[in-house]
Nanobody
Framework: QVQLVESGGGLARPGGSLRLSCQAS????????MSWARQAPGKGHEWVAG????????YYADSVKGRFTISRDNAKNTVYLQMIGLKPEDTALYYC??????????????????WGQGTQVAVSS
């Protein structure tokens, strides 16, 4: 069965950095796009970043562009989210999501069929 397990969350200072990882299993990882999304306290789900199956294209929400970098290692079945310049408004539960195709056609959460449990990120001084 498909499993997505996130790690790497924690507490960071404003301006600090964190690197999230998502270990995937139960499907052919290299065949599917992957994304990261988040849900802040009291708010809805927000798509954050996406990467196509071979890693050749990446996409970002305007709120994180220039600060977050998504990458993947298909040999390790892992997708990463490097976050720098963290802001208090980045505080959220971050989770990875498996796409249904190799590509990304919209920067929304509509194209994903499995999600992990998430890893908590808190940004505070």
């Amino acid at each position: 069965q498909v499993q997505l397990v996130e790690s790497g969350g924690g507490l960071a200072r404003p301006g600090g950095s964190l690197r999230l990882s998502c270990q995937a299993s139960g499907f052919t990882f290299s065949n599917y796009a992957m994304s990261w999304a988040r849900q802040a306290p009291g708010k809805g789900h927000e798509w954050v970043a996406g990467i196509v199956s071979d890693g050749s294209d990446t996409y970002y929400a305007d709120s994180v562009k220039g600060r977050f970098t998504i990458s993947r290692d298909n040999a390790k079945n892992t997708v990463y989210l490097q976050m720098i310049g963290l802001k208090p408004e980045d505080t959220a539960l971050y989770y990875c999501a498996k796409g249904m195709t190799p590509t990304i056609s919209s920067m929304t959460l509509d194209e994903y069929d499995y999600w992990g449990q998430g890893t908590q990120v808190a940004v505070s001084s």
